[in-house]
Nanobody
C-alpha cells in the first residue's frame, strides 16, 4: 500500500504561482511513476504532468513551459511548481503513484482568479 498526502493548494490571482507537494509513504520502493492530475468542475480528470523514477518528465500541452514536476527521493515527495497560472487552471489537483497498483491522494483545490 502507498499513501499520498497533497498540500499547497489555495487561491491565487492570474499570473501567480503555487507549489503543490505530495508526500508518499508505505510501499514507496515499488513506485515507478509519480504524476499530477486535475479535475475541473464538470470535466474529466486529466493528466497534468508525470515523472518516472529516472527523472524523465512529460507534460500536458496546456501546462508546458509553465509547470514543472520534480521528485525528491530523500523526502519521498513529488512537487508541482505552477507559474503563470490562468483561471482555466482552476481544479482539484490529485497526486497519483503508479506501481503494481494505482494510488491517489485526496486532492487539493487550486483556484485561480482573473
Amino acid at each position: 500500500q502507498v499513501q499520498l498526502v497533497e498540500s499547497g493548494g489555495g487561491l491565487v490571482q492570474a499570473g501567480g504561482s503555487l507549489r503543490l507537494s505530495c508526500a508518499a509513504s508505505g510501499a514507496i520502493s515499488r513506485i515507478n511513476v509519480m504524476a499530477w492530475y486535475r479535475q475541473a468542475p464538470g470535466k474529466q480528470r486529466e493528466v497534468v504532468a508525470r515523472v518516472s523514477n529516472g527523472g524523465s518528465a512529460n507534460y500536458a500541452d496546456s501546462v508546458k513551459g509553465r509547470f514543472t514536476i520534480s521528485r525528491d527521493g530523500v523526502k519521498n515527495t513529488v512537487y508541482l511548481q505552477m507559474t503563470s497560472l490562468k483561471p482555466e487552471d482552476t481544479a482539484v489537483y490529485y497526486c497519483r503513484a503508479e506501481s503494481r497498483q494505482i494510488y491517489w491522494g485526496q486532492g487539493t483545490q487550486v483556484t485561480v482568479s482573473s
